[in-house]
């Protein structure tokens, strides 16, 4: 990744933190506890319409490699 695109990468970083504060203790709380393999992650999103969209999946030991490259490829 070039200079220029690691440069607008942290701050769109920066102003998601600033939009959602409370989303990155979230994550360090998920990372301090630890997802193991076959924790279930539930996600939902609801549309500015009120329709529910939902999920869940079980984690597999390959989710973790991916979640671990991932963790060491994000800005701080």
Same mark, same amino acid.
Request: aromatic share 6%.
């Given at each position: 990744?070039?200079?220029?695109?690691?440069?607008?990468?942290?701050?769109?970083?920066?102003?998601?933190?600033?939009?959602? !504060?409370?989303?990155?203790?979230?994550?360090?709380?998920?990372?301090?506890?630890? &997802?193991? /393999?076959?924790?279930?992650? /539930? &996600? &939902?999103?609801?549309? !500015?319409?009120? /329709?529910? &969209? /939902?999920?869940? @999946?079980?984690?597999?030991?390959?989710? @973790?490699?991916? @979640?671990?490259? @991932?963790?060491?490829?994000?800005?701080?």
């Amino acid at each position: 990744m070039d200079m220029g695109n690691m440069m607008r990468m942290l701050g769109a970083w920066n102003t998601f933190k600033n939009n959602h !504060p409370k989303f990155p203790a979230f994550c360090k709380a998920v990372a301090q506890k630890g &997802i193991r /393999e076959d924790t279930v992650i /539930e &996600i &939902i999103v609801t549309t !500015p319409e009120g /329709e529910k &969209i /939902e999920t869940s @999946l079980k984690v597999k030991a390959s989710d @973790l490699e991916l @979640l671990s490259s @991932l963790g060491n490829m994000a800005p701080q």
